[in-house]
């Protein structure tokens, strides 16, 4: 029943705000301005502040240090897997600097996280949460700035030039800092009030209204049509080399049964709103990862979940 309880949780967190943002689209309820500055009120307040409070209540050990480290390899892996293949994929640069991102992130913080709560419990969940841990960092201090360079590059009226420092120290690294302020109270042994948990719903469910409500706002299945085949590649990307790689390395290192399928299922999730989020805050193409993130948690949803249950 636990189990029922949460695949519905699941399809509730992530297809309501995504079908709310589309229905208000379709009646033409919300103006186009307010829905970019919901999502920028994700990136610039209620994501960094999440980070400053989950993270400053988070329990760490030195048996899982190697957790995080297999987090960022879940992200560079298959960074560089879609590096080399964009060129012979696609000629404009908006749409190979969406196409590294569609690759590179990947939806961990709801898919990821709620998986392996539902297989493992509270410890399947911090496991998880440890291995994101440094995942803000690749986001905002690498999803962005390439999302960026690719603007510059294909734009026909780019924006002034900026320069690499610009890029790394802006308003789009402000949850990088909400990760370094819960990591500095944490260490320093503050105590975190009682009623911060509650707090801590809060702004992660505000985080996720105001990144999935844009999305689905955005959602043109008609622009999207032309992407679902080109992204096909991308399935074996998430769903094979990289898990299978992660998951290789991880057993140099880890011999815990239950933490080393927290690894693979992790490894296993699909695209990531962020994809989206990343691409259309910096203009390029944001209907190719659109289109990746639809096809590859269906993908998750109907196969690869269901294979996880059997396998354990």
Do not use: C
């Amino acid at each position: 029943m636990l189990v029922a309880e949460k695949l519905l949780s699941l399809f509730l967190e992530l297809l309501l705000p995504l079908f709310v943002g589309y229905l208000l689209r379709y009646w033409k309820r919300l103006n186009p301005k307010t829905v970019d500055r919901l999502m920028e009120s994700n990136v610039y307040l209620f994501f960094p502040l999440s980070g400053v409070l989950s993270i400053w209540g988070m329990q760490f050990s030195e048996a899982y240090m190697w957790l995080p480290v297999l987090g960022v390899i879940m992200q560079v892996v298959p960074g560089i897997l879609a590096f080399v293949l964009v060129k012979k994929r696609f000629s404009n640069p908006m749409e190979q600097g969406s196409y590294i991102l569609a690759s590179m992130l990947s939806n961990r913080g709801t898919v990821g996280l709620l998986s392996v709560y539902i297989l493992f419990g509270e410890e399947g969940y911090v496991l998880g949460r440890l291995i994101m841990l440094f995942n803000s960092f690749v986001l905002y201090l690498v999803g962005y700035p390439l999302a960026q360079y690719f603007y510059q590059k294909g734009s026909s009226h780019p924006r002034a030039s900026r320069s690499w420092k610009s890029l790394f120290f802006s308003r789009t690294q402000l949850p990088v800092l909400g990760v370094l302020i819960g990591l500095l109270l944490n260490v320093a042994g503050v105590t975190r009030p009682q009623g911060v948990k509650a707090l801590v719903d809060v702004t992660i469910r505000l985080s996720a209204w105001t990144s999935l409500l844009p999305i689905g706002y955005a959602m043109d299945f008609t622009a999207m049509k032309g992407y679902y085949r080109k992204t096909m590649e991308l399935i074996g990307i998430k769903f094979i080399l990289t898990p299978a790689l992660t998951l290789l390395l991880g057993r140099l290192v880890i011999s815990d049964a239950t933490i080393l399928w927290t690894v693979l299922i992790l490894a296993l999730s699909p695209t990531a709103i962020n994809a989206v989020i990343a691409a259309k805050i910096n203009n390029i193409n944001y209907h190719l990862p659109m289109a990746s993130f639809i096809t590859t948690t269906l993908v998750y949803l109907l196969v690869i979940f269901p294979l996880i249950l059997i396998a354990l």
